[in-house]
């Protein structure tokens, strides 16, 4: 099994609740989560309907959210369109409100592609049973 992957994300109703051609607001922990797969070494394609204004719109909100894609609607930074290839992207992992079964929570998606500790989940007391005693 490999180490990273190339994970391809979905912005409307994925990463932003889905508002478009506005800019929704950011789903609890989407960016959280998908800074922490950069960190990892996972690389991320922006994977979205967007075009022209509106794509660059969102490129900018995520920038501003401290999230650079590796590729957006591409399957790499330098690949041009060409009709003679499949326009599927290389992609190891979607990330898509269109999922069957719908987008899992990105707490869980962060458990399952990272590990560690669930975000969002307090840090259990240090303190033991006894310590109310006291
Ligand atoms: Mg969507």
Redesign the pocket.
């Given at each position: 099994m490999r180490d990273t992957y190339n994970i391809a994300v979905?912005?409307?109703?994925?990463i932003v609740e889905?508002a478009?051609p506005r800019i929704g607001k950011p789903i609890i922990f989407a960016f959280e989560t998908l800074k922490k797969l950069q960190e990892k070494g996972h690389r991320l394609i922006l994977w979205?309907?967007r075009k022209g204004s509106s794509l660059e719109e969102a490129v900018e909100f995520c920038k501003q959210n401290g999230l650079v894609f590796y590729a957006v609607n591409r399957s790499f930074p330098e690949e041009e369109f060409d009709s003679s290839y499949s326009r599927k992207i290389h992609a190891d992992i979607f990330i898509?409100?269109?999922n069957i079964g719908g987008l899992k929570s990105w707490g869980e998606i962060y458990q399952q592609l990272i590990g560690g500790q669930p975000l969002g989940e307090k840090t259990k007391s240090k303190k033991g049973w006894f310590s109310f005693l006291k």
């Open positions: 979905d912005f409307d109703g994925t889905d478009y979205t309907y898509d409100d269109r």
